[in-house]
């Protein structure tokens, strides 16, 4: 009988945070949530601590086959216990990469990952009191939000608007209704499509509405709302908070969308005479011809260069790379932070060369 031995305790003045350039994740554990969900924890390969707002999201390199897959997840841990992260996902019909953890991701496991990255926080848009409205999975970053407000500021006024198929696919519903006991302005409202037949449920039944949110949120005029789950799922309920007159500057919604299309080539020559620039790739050791208009994510490829991108747009940060020389234009969507830009980093899936560049790649 083998006996496991505690790790060395380490203060958290005697860590550095965590950072996505230098140290991977380690699985600690996998707790099964809700049917077809599982909760992935994971701690620093080395000794470093978490620092990340809560609603923030991570993107993972999952090991699939030759080539790994990018997918992004929000963190459903709390940035107020720092020594571990934790992501809950839920695993559809078609999914690889959530299939994939699913099946083969087990304690002691090691992955890459890339962030905390997002402006999906009630940090950066605060309000005095909160409406936080989600479907299925999209209850993870109002778990964060929840989670950090009940260790923080417990007396928090939310009003929690969760939706779900059936009541045994409510995710975290247990832990919810006992942070309830000790927030006293922690208020629960569930709405389940339909229920099994030895399900007992005396909640509402069917999809939300206007009348629901009004019934499970009386003032919701008045509060901050932040809402996430399925895009038919938001758009509805954007739409529905905007008729009834609802000001929209204080809704903020979450979603990740798959990759873009691939581009079709540039001409090498643009309408306006620009000539294409020439992109240095030192680790490959190759030269490469950028037509104008062209990123050098779309370079990178159609010179058979492999950058790891999951979003496309700059919102994940997963295809950051060093530029050496030369001057990019860079329009990205918060997927950099200021200080990775003067240290010379840039993302390639929204960088486009104005010289000739070298890219560590």
């Given amino acids: ?157 939310i009003s929690f608007i969760n939706c779900a198929r059936g009541p045994s696919e409510i995710i975290f519903r247990s832990e919810l209704e006992y942070l309830a006991r000790f927030m006293p302005n922690l208020s629960l409202g569930f709405i389940v499509e339909e229920r099994g037949q030895m399900e007992l449920w005396s909640g509402l039944r069917g999809r939300i509405d206007k009348a629901k949110i009004a019934l499970l949120a009386h003032d919701f005029l008045d509060r901050t709302v932040f809402c996430c789950g399925p895009d038919v799922f938001m758009n509805f309920v954007s739409s529905s908070l905007e008729a009834a007159g609802f000001d929209m500057s204080r809704y903020h919604q979450e979603s990740f969308r798959p990759a873009s299309a691939e581009l079709e080539p540039e001409p090498a020559v643009s309408a306006d005479g620009e000539v294409a620039t020439s992109i240095r790739f030192t680790m490959a050791g190759k030269d490469v011809a950028c037509a104008p208009g062209q990123t050098i994510l779309q370079a990178a490829r159609g010179a058979g260069i492999r950058i790891g991108a999951a979003c496309e747009s700059g919102l994940c940060g997963t295809c950051k790379v060093m530029k050496l020389a030369g001057e990019v234009e860079m329009h990205h969507n918060g997927g950099i932070l200021d200080d990775e830009i003067d240290e010379g980093y840039i993302l390639a899936c929204c960088s486009r060369p104005k010289t000739d560049v070298q890219i560590e790649a």
């Fill in 1 to 157: 009988m083998s006996v496991s031995v505690p790790p060395r305790h380490v203060h958290l003045d005697q860590m550095q945070p965590w950072s996505d350039r230098q140290h991977f994740l380690e699985c600690l554990s996998v707790t099964p949530e809700a049917p077809d969900v599982m909760t992935f924890t994971f701690r620093s390969d080395k000794d470093n601590w978490f620092r990340y707002l809560p609603g923030q999201f991570v993107t993972l390199e999952i090991p699939v086959g030759p080539e790994p897959l990018m997918r992004t997840y929000t963190l459903s841990s709390t940035p107020t216990r720092p020594f571990s992260v934790a992501v809950t996902v839920k695993a559809q019909k078609d999914s690889i990469g959530t299939r994939w953890m699913f099946d083969n991701l087990k304690p002691g496991m090691r992955l890459r990952a890339f962030g905390p990255l997002g402006d999906f926080t009630h940090i950066r848009h605060p309000g005095e009191k909160y409406l936080f409205i989600s479907a299925g999975s999209g209850i993870t970053p109002m778990m964060s939000m929840t989670r950090y407000m009940s260790d923080v500021a417990p007396l928090s006024d």
